[in-house]
């Protein structure tokens, strides 16, 4: 069964940071463009970072260049968003999706490309 999972999600001081991990099951991420994609309530989901099958290709959305860090290790099956200087704003819902499109080097914040998709993993960012 194809399954991507996601932890790492959580409460956190405005500030502060965390990791969150979406792990693959069923299938193997070597070929896939993985998207973590993100959506607060009463809001439109939102492209957040996405890496390419390689890892050589990465991408984010402006409002969390140079705070978060997308990477992965194709070894463990996993992807990992690391998220620091963590703002109220950055509160929502996050969900990483797998793509297999355009190659190695391929990658896209459009969700549309996305095949496969977690069921989430909440941030909370409060004081």
């Known amino acids: 069964q194809v399954q991507l999972v996601e932890s790492g999600g959580g409460l956190v001081q405005p500030g502060g940071s965390l990791r969150l991990s979406c792990a693959a099951s069923?299938?193997?991420?070597?070929?896939?463009?993985i998207g973590w994609f993100r959506q607060a309530p009463g809001k439109e989901r939102e492209g957040v970072s996405c890496i390419s099958g390689s890892g050589g290709t990465t991408m984010y959305a402006d409002s969390v260049k140079g705070r978060f860090t997308i990477s992965r290790d194709n070894a463990k099956n996993t992807v990992y968003l690391q998220m620091s200087s963590l703002k109220p704003e950055d509160t929502a819902n996050y969900y990483c999706?797998?793509?297999?499109?355009?190659?190695?080097?391929?990658?896209?914040?459009?969700?549309?490309?996305?095949?496969?998709w977690g069921q989430g993993t909440q941030v909370t960012v409060s004081s």
């Open positions: 069923g299938f193997s991420l070597d070929y896939y463009a």
């Open positions: 999706a797998a793509a297999l499109l355009g190659g190695s080097r391929w990658t896209s914040l459009g969700a549309v490309y996305y095949n496969y």
